[in-house]
């Protein structure tokens, strides 16, 4: 009787096999979430610099932010459990790799932004930071009975160790201090985070920037949860809170989880054809993504019900 294939390869020859993909290999911590955004979530994008050590990683639809410090590389987010190989190919085209990852600052517990946090700690011990809810949401791996989203939201790998950060709280990490926002409302537990850039050195002098990292502030809402359910004034507030506290931050450069959330397109595309393109600037950034979820969520009060849009 022929033995199996498997059965006949050798232990380095299934090594090598798994090396290059060609083997069935099941990582728990990186098996792929099948949703339907993957073709856009995952869809390949060189890295982009936007200004000094910060730099997007990810797709162009899902983002992960990398600042490097003289310590180390913070991540803010995690992406999908099948983004942190392709992020590991993307470090390693710039010499790096995922354990020189210090940090992750984490914005939401939702799978699309934390879904790799176990497998990114797993190669590389980092610390890992976000809201109270959101270290409860990634211990259980699932979000609770809070989550606008909970009806359609899917598991991920969880994770037990999440350092928790409130509003206005700055960690200070390779000599970046990074200030936390409590941006809640798409999640209850959203935060966004500030830090100031700078580039360059000698005569030529130095050019800052305070860049903001916003959660998703999309207002969406799946199966029975309504943002105007009695009982919900408060989470409603809280949203606003958060949205003019984005508003009134220092503020020159607003990146977002997913890029088209600040219309960044053209930005990505003009940062790719010229790196740490001046396109990233913008003043009002971060009070005109306020103003859009701001009207969106006012939108979604008065119809009583899902903006019929995103349905
Ligand atoms: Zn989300």
């Given at each position: ?11 380095a ?22 949703t ?34 003289p ?42 932004h934390?879904?790799g946090v176990?497998?990114?700690v ?36 969880p ?82 809170r ?22 960044a ?12 393109s ?16 701001a ?17």
């Amino acid at each position: 009787m022929t033995r199996p294939l498997l059965a006949r390869l050798s232990a380095a020859a299934l090594i090598w096999l798994a090396a290059v993909g060609a083997g069935p290999v099941d990582d728990p911590l990186t098996r792929p979430i099948d949703t339907a955004n993957n073709a856009r979530w995952m869809a390949p994008q060189a890295p982009v610099r936007v200004h000094g050590g910060t730099w997007l990683y990810g797709s162009a639809h899902l983002s992960v932010g990398v600042v490097d410090t003289p310590q180390g590389l913070v991540l803010i987010d995690a992406g999908l459990p099948q983004s942190v190989p392709v992020l590991a190919q993307a470090l390693a085209a710039r010499g790096r790799r995922l354990s020189d990852i210090r940090a992750i600052l984490l914005t939401e517990g939702h799978y699309d932004h934390a879904g790799g946090v176990a497998a990114i700690v797993r190669a590389s011990g980092a610390r890992v930071y976000g809201s109270a809810w959101t270290a409860a949401t990634l211990a259980r791996g699932i979000s609770d009975e809070d989550d606008p989203q909970r009806a359609t939201i899917v598991p991920f790998p969880p994770f037990r160790g999440v350092r928790v950060l409130g509003d206005g709280a700055v960690l200070r990490i390779g000599g970046v201090a990074f200030t936390v926002m409590a941006t809640p409302g798409h999640t209850p537990g959203s935060l966004s985070y500030r830090w100031r850039s700078c580039d360059g050195a000698g005569s030529a002098g130095r050019d800052c920037a305070t860049i903001v990292f916003a959660s998703s502030l999309n207002p969406l809402a799946t199966g029975a949860y309504r943002y105007d359910a009695p009982g919900r004034a408060g989470v409603v507030a809280a949203f606003r809170r958060g949205l003019d506290r984005l508003r009134a931050q220092p503020c020159d450069i607003v990146l977002t989880t997913h890029p088209e959330h600040a219309e960044a397109d053209a930005r990505l595309a003009a940062s790719i054809d010229h790196p740490a393109s001046p396109a990233w600037r913008d003043t009002n950034g971060c009070i005109a993504l306020a103003d859009r979820f701001a009207a969106r969520l006012t939108k979604i009060l008065q119809a009583g019900r899902q903006d019929p849009a995103r349905q």
